[in-house]
């Protein structure tokens, strides 16, 4: 009976935010998006990796706002984000991050066993931790779903944490 068992057990139903970075199309699980609205004014930060925008208020918290197309190198030579864009707000433990998109995301329910485990060889070999989940095929179409808590790296994570001054420090200058 443990056979017949097992074939009865459900396949997980998960919930995905669609999006496009370039003419691909994108998922992150939905408890990883917890809010999509229309970008706000951006203001730049110096010495910021270029795929970092800047930062922006959304909804009275200040977060880094980051082009994923830039990041992953989709953007075509002279394509431009269009005028009006949309940000969907990733929070991870320790920071909350903004991603730009063309289009409005779109929600989608598939089931777990539609993602297949990405190949190796299609990881970003800068990055340790591997940020793509999977690859949904759904009829014609393919979703590249990411995990956005392994997208960026400790020290990527450092520079857009806000700075905290240390008391320790050894020389002190006063302006």
Known sequence: MPDSEKSVKQDPIIQLIVFRLGEEEYGIRIEQVKEVTITPEIARMPKTPPFVKG?????????????????????????????VSYTMAIEAKEYTIGIMVREVPQPLSIQQSIIEKAPEFIQDINIHDKYIEGIAKIE???VVVLDMLKLLTPSEIMQLQPKTESSGSGSRTKA
Do not use: V
């Not at 930062?55 to 990041?71: P, V």
């Open 140 to 142: 014609d179409r393919i």
């Open 55 to 83: 930062i922006a208020n959304l909804r009275g918290d200040i977060i880094a706002i980051i082009d994923l197309e830039e990041r992953f190198r989709l953007r075509t030579a002279g394509q431009e984000m269009p005028a």
